[in-house]
C-alpha cells in the first residue's frame, strides 16, 4: 500500500520520528499550539534499564495534557529509594518526603502506548510501527518523508521534522548532526521473578568496577541492571551462570531477587551519556534521547525526555511564528542542563570512597 509519491502525499506542519515521551510530549505540545502533527514510532525499540519517572513529572504532564502513570494504570508506585553507596549499609529515601510526591516504575512499552493515544485523543495522527526511512529536503523550506511499515510505504510531507528515534539519532546524524560520547557506560539487563512482589522500592548498591539497579517490574517480576564501562565487562556476562556469579559478591541486590533454576540471558543496553552538539539544523529539531541521554543513575531519563520534547514542540511552534530567538533558546536550554547534569554526576560519583584506584571510579574522579 502506497500513498502520494516523491512529489506528492500528505501535508503535516510537523511530522514526529518516534513515539517514546519525548516524541509524544513534542506532539502533545505542537497539537495544543494549533499544529497538524503526524507522530510515526517504528516500535520494536530495545527497552533501556531503570524505568522510572519521578513524582516532578506530574505538573509537566498536566501541563501536555498527558496521563499520569496513576491515571493511567498498569503502573506501580515508587514509594522509597534504597542505596548502599560507600557503605555496606542500606540507606532509605522514602518519597513522603518528596514535595512532589511518589514516582513510578513503569511498564514502559505499556506507558509508551498510552501517552501516544492521548496525542490521538488531543488531535494528533498516530501511525505506528512505522519508520522513517528517507528525509529529503526540498527547495522552500520543505521536507518530503517516506514512510515504511509492514503495510508497505508512503510519502509525505511537512515544514519541520521532530527526531525522537533515541540515542542513534539516524535522521539527525544524516543531515548534519554531529554527536559527542562522553563515557563508554553499558547496562547488562536481565528480567527475573522478585523477591517480593509487593516491593515498590528502586535499589542502588556499587560494586568495585560499576553499580547494581534493581526495581520492580510487571507481573512480580524485576529488572536487574549491571552498569560498568563497555572496556571493563566481563566477555562471557552475557551467560546466565557469569552473571549469577558477579551478582551473588552483592547482598543487597541478590536479595532483591528470587532464586530459580534457569534465567533468560542477560542482554546489552546502552546507558552512555551523549549529546548533538547542535540540538537542531535546517527543518529539524531533536528532543529526548536524540538530543541529549544521561547516565541512568542520574533517574532522570523520561523526565527529561518529557521536558526536551515539550521544550522542543515549543520551540519549532514559536520558530514557525517567526521568532528568532525559538532554536538558539532551545540549544542555550539544554546546555544549561547538560551542566547542571555534569555536576550531579560528578559529585555522585566522588562520594563512593571505596574503589577509587579502579579504573571505573578513577574515570569518574
Known amino acids: 500500500m502506497s500513498e502520494g509519491g516523491p512529489a506528492g502525499g500528505s501535508w503535516y506542519d510537523v511530522v514526529v520520528a518516534g513515539g517514546g515521551p519525548a516524541g509524544a510530549a513534542a506532539t502533545a505540545a505542537l497539537v495544543r499550539a494549533g499544529r497538524s502533527v503526524l507522530l510515526a514510532d517504528a516500535g520494536h525499540r530495545t527497552p533501556r534499564a531503570g524505568q522510572a519517572l519521578p513524582g516532578a513529572a506530574r505538573r509537566m504532564l498536566n501541563e501536555l495534557g498527558l496521563p499520569t502513570p496513576d491515571a493511567a494504570g498498569g503502573h506501580q508506585r515508587c514509594l ?4 548502599a553507596w560507600n557503605s555496606d549499609t542500606l540507606a532509605c529515601v522514602d518519597t513522603i518526603l518528596d514535595p512532589y510526591g511518589h514516582g513510578w516504575h513503569l511498564d514502559r512499552p505499556l506507558y509508551d502506548r498510552q501517552l501516544r493515544a492521548a496525542t490521538v485523543a488531543a488531535g494528533a495522527r498516530t501511525l505506528d510501527d512505522t519508520r522513517v526511512t528517507e528525509a529529503l529536503r526540498e527547495p522552500g523550506d520543505a521536507w518530503t518523508l517516506r514512510l515504511r511499515s509492514a503495510m508497505g510505504a508512503r510519502w509525505v510531507r511537512c515544514a519541520w521534522l521532530v527526531e525522537a528515534t533515541g540515542r542513534a539519532g539516524a535522521i539527525a546524524r544524516r543531515h548534519g548532526g554531529h554527536y ?33 539497579y534493581a526495581a520492580p517490574a510487571a507481573n512480580g517480576h524485576g529488572v536487574l541492571t549491571y552498569f560498568t564501562d563497555a572496556d571493563l565487562a566481563p566477555a562471557d556476562l552475557h551467560r546466565p551462570l557469569r552473571y549469577r556469579a558477579l551478582l551473588a559478591r552483592h547482598h543487597h541486590v541478590t536479595a532483591a531477587v528470587q532464586e530459580v533454576a534457569e534465567w533468560a540471558p542477560p542482554r546489552r543496553v546502552a546507558a552512555h551519556s551523549i549529546h548533538l552538539t547542535s540540538p537542531y539544523g535546517d527543518g529539524w529539531i531533536a528532543a529526548g534521547d536524540a538530543a541529549i541521554a544521561f547516565d541512568p543513575l542520574s533517574s532522570q531519563g523520561i523526565l527529561t525526555a518529557l521536558y526536551t520534547g515539550l521544550a522542543a514542540g515549543r520551540a519549532v511552534d514559536r520558530h514557525i511564528r517567526g521568532e528568532r530567538d525559538a532554536l538558539p533558546g532551545y540549544a542555550a536550554n539544554l546546555a544549561r542542563i547538560r551542566a547542571a547534569y555534569r555536576r550531579h554526576h560528578r559529585d555522585a560519583y566522588r562520594r563512593e570512597q571505596r574503589w577509587i584506584s579502579r579504573p571505573f571510579w578513577h574515570r569518574r574522579r
Request: net charge negative; charged share 20%.
Open 180 to 212: 559527542r560520547t562522553t563515557d563508554r557506560l553499558i547496562g547488562v539487563e536481565v528480567r527475573v521473578p522478585a523477591a517480593d512482589s509487593a516491593l515498590a522500592a528502586s535499589l542502588v548498591e556499587a560494586a568495585p568496577d560499576g553499580w547494581w
Open 80 to 83: 522509597a529509594n534504597l542505596s
